[in-house]
C-alpha cells in the first residue's frame, strides 16, 4: 500500500462528483422519454440526444446544454412545463425526479473527476506504462472513494502469471522453484520468462484464434476448420513467438497476399467466408476495430450515432472486388480492378450508391485504373467478358477460379482499407489494448471488449487513450504491453477487498475472479493430474486438439459480457470419461496427511485450512484408497475453476 498512497500525495488527488454514474442515470431517463425523436432514426430539430458530444454540439437550436450550468441549458429550458416550447409536446411529461436527474447530470458535467484531478498535473509520453496505469487507476480509486486490496502474495501472482501466459497452472516444481527466490525482481523476471517460453505462443494463438475466428469456426466449423488449421495455427503462434508487430498482423490478415514463409497461413482470416464480402466486415469490425456494426445494415445504428449505415455498407465496399483464387499454394485471395459498385436502401426505401466510407468519416475517391500488378488469368477475363458460352461448363464448375497466382490490381481497395483501419485511426491500437487489459484483468476498459463506441464509455477514459497511443507508439509491441499491465499494481491486487463489500468491477480495485478458458482449465487439469508438458507445451500420450475441442463444446466464450456458468460444466468434470485420462497422479505408499498436502498443492496451489484438513481427512480415511476421487473432487470445484 506504500506505493499507491505514495502516488496518491505525489499527485494531490481528491474526491471529486462522478460525472459517469450521473450520465448513466441521466441516459437512462433521455433513452426512454427522449431519443425516440432525437436519437435513432429520428433527429428532430437536428438534435441527437444518445450520446454526451452530440448534446454538447445541441442541434438547430444551439448546444443543449452548457456543461455545469443547468439553469443556463437549453435542454433543461424545454424540460420546464412552463416552457413555451416544452417538451416532451405530446404525451406524459417528465416527473420532477427524472428533470432533477438531468439537472443533476448537466451541473456534475462542470466538475468532472477527469478535469478536477488533473489540473496541475501532466502524464509525459515517455513515462513506463505501469507507473501511468498506477497512477489513473488510483485517481480513479479517490474519485469513486473506493480502498483497494492488499497486493496478492507470490503464491496467488505466481498463479494468476502462469495461468494468464502460459494457459496452464504452475506444476508443484515451478511454483515452489519461484517461492524459493528472494530477489526483489523475481515477479518481473518471472514474466519476461513467461513470455518467452513456447507455450506463451501455443497460449496466445489459441486465444487469438477464438477472438478472431470465433470459437464455432475456430473449432467447430468441420472441413473450413481442418482446411486452414495447419497453416492458420502455425501463424499466429509465429506471430507471438516472434513477437510480430499487431499492426503488421493486421497487415497479413486484410491483405492476403503472402505467397511464402508463416504470412501464408494469414490468408485464412478472410478466405474462409468464401467470397461472402458482408461476412468478412462482420469479422473484421469487432476482432480488429472493437466495434460491433451490424445493427447498421438497415439503417444508422438506432443507438450508437457515429455508427452509420453507409459505414457498414461502405466496408463492404471495399470488399466488394476480393475473391477467393485456387493456386498452386492453396487458397489465397485475388482483387479485381474493376466492379464492385452497388446500391443499398434504408428502411424508408430510399436507396444509395455505397461509397468506400470507413468509421472515421473518411472516404476513397477511386480512380479509374484497370491495371495489375498481377494479372487474373485468362479465363477471368473470358468469365468476365462473357465469353465463356457453355451453360453445362457453368453448372459443372464448382468452386474458386484456379491461377498460378492471386491477382492484384494497381489500385487496391483492401490497401486503401488497411490504411485507414490500422494507419489512420487510434481506435485500431485502442482495441488491442482493451481486448489485452480484459484478458490480463478479466474486464476491459471498455465493457463488453468489442463495443468500443459512444454508449459504451471507458471507465477510464484517459488511461485508454494513453495507452493506445503507447502501443501505436512504441510499434505495437505486445510483448512489451503485456509485460507493462502485469508489473503494475492494478494486475497485482488480491481478489479479496479490505472491506465487507466488494469495489465495482470497473473500478479496478481488486483482482477480478476470472473463470479459466476452456483451453486454459484442460490444461491445468492434467498438469494438476500428473501430465508434465513438454518444451513446447504439449503433453505426451493426450491428444491436445481433441481434449480443446472436447472442453471448448462446454465452457464459455473468453470474454463474456457476464458469467453465467451451466449445469453442463459442472456434469462434463464429474461425469466425463476423459477424466479417467486426466488422473494419471500416483499417491502409492503416501498416508492421509501427505495426500492431502499434494493434493492441495498440486490442484489449488496452496495448503488446506484446519477445516478442510479435517474434513479431507474424514473423508480418506485411513487408508488413502479414495486418494484419486479426491484429487478429483478439487479439480472439479470452482477455486479450481477460476482464476483469482
Known amino acids: ?228 488449421g495447419g497453416d492458420w495455427h502455425d501463424y499466429l503462434k509465429w506471430v507471438f513467438s516472434s513477437n510480430r508487430p499487431w499492426n503488421e498482423v493486421a497487415h497479413d490478415m486484410l491483405l492476403a497476399r503472402a505467397t511464402e514463409g508463416k504470412e501464408r497461413g494469414a490468408r485464412w482470416f478472410l478466405v474462409g467466408h468464401k467470397d461472402k464480402h458482408e461476412d468478412m466486415v462482420r469479422q473484421v469490425a469487432p476482432s480488429l476495430l472493437g466495434k460491433q456494426i451490424a445493427c447498421a445494415q438497415c439503417h444508422n445504428h438506432p443507438l450508437i450515432p457515429e455508427i452509420e449505415q453507409r459505414h457498414y455498407w461502405g466496408l463492404v465496399a471495399f470488399f466488394k472486388r476480393s475473391f477467393n483464387v485456387e493456386t498452386p499454394d492453396g487458397l489465397s485471395l485475388g482483387e479485381a480492378a474493376i466492379g464492385g459498385q452497388f446500391e443499398f436502401s434504408s428502411l424508408e426505401g430510399d436507396s444509395f450508391q455505397a461509397e468506400l466510407a470507413f468509421l472515421s468519416g473518411r472516404t476513397v475517391e477511386e480512380e479509374t485504373n484497370e491495371t495489375y500488378r498481377v494479372s487474373p488469368s485468362q479465363e477471368y477475363f473470358d468469365r468476365l467478358n462473357k465469353k465463356e458460352k457453355d451453360k453445362k461448363a457453368k453448372k459443372k464448375r464448382k468452386g474458386p477460379l484456379k491461377m498460378e497466382a492471386a491477382p492484384i490490381p494497381s489500385s487496391s481497395r483492401r490497401e486503401a482499407l488497411a490504411e485507414m483501419a490500422i494507419e489512420s485511426y487510434p481506435e485500431f491500437a485502442k482495441a488491442f489494448v482493451n481486448r489485452a487489459w480484459a484478458l490480463l484483468l478479466g474486464r476491459g476498459l471498455v465493457h463488453p471488449v468489442d463495443h468500443l463506441d459512444s454508449i459504451h464509455p471507458p471507465s477510464h477514459p484517459e488511461l485508454l487513450d494513453w495507452l493506445g497511443q503507447d502501443f501505436a507508439s512504441h510499434g505495437y509491441d505486445i510483448k512489451r504491453l503485456l509485460r507493462e499491465i502485469m508489473a503494475s499494481q492494478a494486475y497485482q491486487l488480491d481478489s479479496l477487498p479490505t472491506g465487507s463489500a466488494r469495489p465495482a468491477d470497473e473500478s479496478f480495485a481488486g483482482a477480478l475472479i476470472k473463470p479459466l478458458t476452456a483451453e486454459a482449465l484442460f490444461r491445468s487439469a492434467l498438469v494438476a493430474g500428473g501430465h508434465r508438458a513438454d518444451a513446447e507445451g504439449n503433453f505426451p500420450g493426450i491428444d491436445h486438439e481433441s481434449y480443446r475441442h472436447a472442453f471448448a463444446r462446454i465452457y464459455g466464450e473468453i470474454f463474456p459480457e457476464t458469467f453465467s456458468p451451466v449445469a453442463a460444466e459442472g456434469l462434463f468434470f464429474t461425469n466425463n470419461p476423459r477424466m479417467n485420462e486426466i488422473l494419471v497422479r500416483d499417491f502409492a505408499g503416501q498416508v492421509p496427511d501427505q495426500i492431502v498436502a499434494g493434493a492441495f498443492e498440486m490442484a489449488l496451489g496452496r495448503g488446506p485450512d484446519a477445516d478442510e484438513l479435517a474434513a479431507s481427512l474424514a473423508y480418506l480415511g485411513h487408508s488413502g484408497d479414495r486418494a484419486r476421487s479426491f484429487l478429483w473432487a478439487l479439480i472439479a470445484g470452482s477455486e479450481f475453476r477460476f482464476n483469482h
Request: with cysteine.
Open 1 to 228: 500500500m506504500i506505493r499507491f498512497c505514495s502516488l496518491l500525495a505525489i499527485f494531490g488527488l481528491v474526491s471529486a462528483l462522478q460525472a459517469g454514474g450521473a450520465w448513466e442515470a441521466a441516459r437512462e431517463v433521455l433513452s426512454e422519454r427522449c431519443t425516440k425523436c432525437h436519437g435513432g432514426v429520428k433527429h428532430k430539430g437536428g438534435l441527437d440526444l444518445r450520446a454526451v458530444p452530440n448534446i454538447l454540439k445541441g442541434g438547430e437550436s444551439g448546444p443543449a446544454v452548457v456543461a455545469g450550468k443547468p439553469s443556463e441549458s437549453l435542454l433543461l429550458e424545454v424540460l420546464h412545463p412552463d416552457s413555451d416550447n416544452s417538451m416532451p409536446p405530446k404525451g406524459e411529461r417528465l416527473t420532477e425526479t427524472e428533470v432533477e436527474v438531468i439537472s443533476s447530470w448537466i451541473t456534475s458535467l462542470g466538475k468532472a473527476p477527469e478535469a478536477a484531478l488533473l489540473e496541475g498535473t501532466s502524464l509525459p509520453s515517455e513515462m513506463s506504462p505501469h507507473v501511468v496505469i498506477d497512477f489513473l487507476v488510483a485517481r480513479g480509486w479517490a474519485t469513486r472513494e473506493v480502498t483497494p486490496s492488499m497486493v496478492v502474495a507470490d503464491a496467488g501472482f505466481v498463479r494468476r502469471a502462469y495461468l494468464d501466459l502460459l494457459g496452464r497452472i504452475p506444476s508443484v516444481e515451478e511454483r515452489r522453484a519461484f517461492l524459493a527466490q528472494a530477489r526483489s525482481d523475481k515477479r518481473a523476471r518471472l514474466v519476461d520468462d513467461l513470455l518467452d517460453h513456447p507455450e506463451f505462443a501455443r497460449n496466445f494463438a489459441e486465444i487469438f484464434d477464438t477472438v478472431l475466428m470465433g470459437r464455432r469456426h475456430g473449432l467447430i466449423g468441420g472441413t473450413r476448420a481442418l482446411e486452414r
